[in-house]
């Protein structure tokens, strides 16, 4: 396992999926593996940092008698790839999981990342989105735990080393991270089997189509194709109230 982990937990308006990510983050992480959670609110005008200000209030999470520290950063960076850039500036561990507000984690899901992370040494960056490396007849790499890609979407578990031996992220576009990890050649990975972590605007159900194309006229979301109900329901099915 890696000897410590941060998390990078990044938000900019999106509300009603802020908060529900957050109450999920807080209920299924392994706390024992975390040494602080920085939270970066980049410019939220709907009450997200409001939300921030309250969740993050006391200054840390108490969990199994420990104190973790909290740190809320207000910025106004307006791209992933520069947040990364300073929030890998003062990183004092050796990985951190980065999570976008819009990420909804199941039960154990940094266990199972850290673990496989331990297992491949030769692997920096290891991606979890749901449905990377499975299609309708099931996982395509059965028996591994990772499969090697072109590049890991913007959430995941990543080593700090790999960012502080090469040059920052390119902070203009949207893809300066995609662009990034292709340039510098990074040792890169999906989880396999994948991890059952949804993005919340891509769930075929409500509230989340609604909200998502609320978010979409107003410029906080992209226009992502939702999710296949057919093949990628149990990816979000512990996110229902039984």
């Not at 104190?67 to 947040?83: F, G, M, N, T």
């Not at 990364?84 to 500036?89: G, P, R, S």
């Not at 297992?119 to 090697?148: C, N």
């Not at 978010?215 to 057919?230: A, F, L, N, T």
Request: net charge negative; with cysteine.
């Amino acid at each position: 396992m890696p000897e410590s982990v941060e998390i990078l937990y990044l938000a900019w308006n999106r509300l009603s999926m802020t908060s529900a990510t957050w109450s999920w983050m807080l209920a299924h992480t392994n706390w024992d593996l975390v040494s602080k959670l920085v939270i970066y609110d980049d410019g939220s005008e709907d009450g997200t940092l409001e939300f921030l200000r309250g969740v993050t209030a006391s200054g840390k999470i108490r969990r199994h008698h420990r104190d973790i520290p909290i740190e809320l950063r207000v910025s106004d960076l307006r791209a992933p790839p520069a947040i990364m850039n300073h929030f890998v500036a003062t990183c004092e561990s050796d990985a951190f999981m980065k999570l976008d507000n819009d990420i909804a984690v199941p039960p154990d899901y940094l266990d199972k990342m850290a673990s496989v992370l331990d297992r491949h040494p030769e692997i920096d960056l290891l991606g979890m989105e749901a449905g990377m490396t499975q299609d309708r007849d099931g996982v395509l790499h059965e028996g591994q735990d990772i499969v090697v890609c072109s590049h890991i979407g913007g959430v995941g578990l990543m080593r700090t080393a790999a960012f502080r031996s090469r040059p920052e992220l390119p902070v203009r576009g949207r893809f300066g991270f995609d662009t990034w990890q292709q340039r510098y050649d990074v040792p890169r990975a999906w989880v396999t089997p994948d991890i059952n972590c949804p993005q919340l605007d891509r769930v075929p159900l409500e509230p989340w189509v609604s909200l998502t194309e609320e978010y979409i006229e107003k410029g906080w979301s992209r226009p992502w194709p939702p999710y296949d109900e057919s093949w990628m329901t149990p990816f979000w099915e512990w996110m229902l109230e039984k």
